[in-house]
């Protein structure tokens, strides 16, 4: 069964550098999404991606944050200089079509640590 | 943004039982549900959803109920397997947001054998 894919699952890194996640969604979905969840919190939206460029984002997904479809499988969100409170897990998801009805698939998910 | 939430952050069960897990809802406007659920190290995983035109759906072993009089959403599963254990999400939209959606905070689902 296809699935979405994300690497690294476990990315380490100093208040103020960029990192970015990885996200390889199931290859015939057009809407991309990225969620975030605080330990012991919610998920969150943070932001819907499709014919590249952004449809939604949330609040949360200020200047910091940016995605790319840098290729017809890759997924990226970027975090332009981490802040202690981007320590999370961050979730990719992918559906076919978007919108009511449209099951979206999550990742397993990167868990970012910031020092 | 819309508050969605959850009544019981925890609920233990016995095998075989059935479980009942709650959410609330404040936006009126919200018109569609999901139900996920998380297991330990994993992504959510879609369970059921149910658009607001309706006030019942049936999947296999999972029942969502919608009660858009009181904002209240809940999810039935019959006969809880230990395999039910995980962490349960309500998520919801809004027409013209098709996107973007609300989380609860989770209920913990614990199934004791």
């Known amino acids: 069964e296809p699935e979405v894919t994300q690497t690294p699952s476990h990315q380490v890194t100093q208040m103020g550098q960029e990192v970015i996640l990885r996200c390889v969604p199931i290859s015939n979905h057009l809407y991309f999404y990225w969620y975030r969840q605080i330990l012991g919190q919610k998920v969150e939206f943070l932001v819907s991606?499709?014919?590249?460029?952004?449809?939604?984002k949330s609040e949360i997904f200020d200047d910091q944050f940016s995605v790319e479809r840098p290729d017809g499988s890759n997924f990226t969100l970027k975090i332009r200089s981490t802040k202690l409170e981007d320590s999370a897990m961050y979730f990719c998801?992918?559906?076919?079509?978007?919108?009511?009805?449209?099951?979206?698939?999550f990742g397993p998910g990167t868990r970012l640590t910031v020092l | 943004g819309e508050s969605v939430g959850l009544h019981l952050p925890t609920l233990s069960v016995q095998e075989g039982d059935n479980s009942i897990i709650n959410c609330a809802y404040s936006n009126s406007a919200s018109d569609y549900f999901i139900w996920y659920k998380q297991e330990s190290g994993k992504g959510p995983q879609f369970i059921i959803d149910?658009?607001?035109?309706?006030d019942k759906r049936q999947g296999q072993r999972v029942t969502v109920l919608l009660n858009k009089t009181v904002k209240h959403l809940s999810l039935q599963i019959a006969a809880t397997q230990p395999g039910d254990s995980a962490v349960y999400f309500c998520a919801e939209n809004s027409a013209g947001n098709f996107n973007k959606f609300y989380f609860g905070s989770g209920t913990k689902l614990n199934v004791k054998p």
């Open positions: 991606f499709y014919n590249n460029e952004i449809s939604e």
């Open positions: 998801a992918s559906s076919e079509l978007g919108g009511e009805g449209d099951t979206q698939y």
């Open positions: 149910i658009r607001s035109n309706m």
